[in-house]
T-cell receptor, first 114, second 117 residues
Framework: DQQVKQNSPSLSVQEGRISILNCDYT??????FLWYKKYPAEGPTFLIS?????DKNEDGRFTVFLNKSAKHLSLHIVPSQPGDSAVYFC?????????????FGKGTKLSVKP | ETGVTQTPRHLVMGMTNKKSLKCEQH?????MYWYKQSAKKPLELMFV???????ENNSVPSRFSPECPNSSHLFLHLHTLQPEDSALYLC????????????????FGPGTRLTVT
């Protein structure tokens, strides 16, 4: 059973508007969450992360929100740009001695239209 | 070269062949990883190496055999694969594998697209 779920396989947004990508998880032991972005023919690249002791982390146009009670996190991109078009993966880890083990979602393909 | 490189980028092999995938990281990291991404499935962690020692093996069949001769290089040796092993194989590295940000912020290579016929 999937521990990290991205229920929307795709999302289309107009340039300049906000993109909101969602992720749900089931394991309450997860204590670190990340978003990765992937362009075609390239490997995923790290985008932004958040520790479970926080509920928000912001980096420029990207903000990640964490709602632990709902086991839900979201990535907000504002304003969205055509170059943001990519597949976005949510990932989580249980921390401690998990030795870098990340559990990934299936990804959401974001298309930002000019 | 910078970042994480992988060769070959594409590989087609028969079920009786033996081949190897190569990964090299130029970031001075101490941990390296192999992931598998099958169609319509999430990335799955296969192996973790920390300071050239294998620290994790996620129930991967023995037809996949990793090798880490030093902290910059990682290989995945393949033999008698099955068609269902066709996938994108991604290598990644991180500063260490002790948990926390230094472990979870991983840098990925572009992957090897493997097709088993």
């Amino acid at each position: 059973d999937q521990q990290v779920k991205q229920n929307s396989p795709s999302l289309s947004v107009q340039e300049g508007r906000i993109s909101i990508l969602n992720c749900d998880y089931t394991n309450s032991m997860f204590d670190y969450f990340l978003w990765y972005k992937k362009y075609p023919a390239e490997g995923p690249t790290f985008l932004i992360s958040i520790s479970s002791i926080k509920d928000k982390n912001e980096d420029g146009r990207f903000t990640v929100f964490l709602n632990k009670s709902a086991k839900h996190l979201s990535l907000h991109i504002v304003p969205s740009q055509p170059g943001d078009s990519a597949v976005y993966f949510c990932a989580a880890s249980a921390g401690g001695g998990s030795q870098g083990n990340l559990i990934f979602g299936k990804g959401t393909k974001l298309s930002v239209k000019p | 070269e910078t970042g994480v490189t992988q060769t070959p980028r594409h590989l087609v092999m028969g079920m009786t062949n033996k081949k190897s995938l190569k990964c090299e990281q130029h970031l001075g990291h101490n941990a390296m990883y192999w992931y598998k991404q099958s169609a319509k499935k999430p990335l799955e962690l296969m192996f973790v190496y920390s300071l050239e020692e294998r620290v994790e093996n996620n129930s991967v069949p023995s037809r996949f055999s990793p090798e880490c001769p030093n902290s910059s290089h990682l290989f995945l040796h393949l033999h008698t694969l099955q068609p269902e092993d066709s996938a994108l194989y991604l290598c990644a590295s991180s500063q260490d594998a002790m948990g926390g940000r230094r472990s979870y912020e991983q840098y990925f290579g572009p992957g090897t697209r493997l097709t088993v016929t």
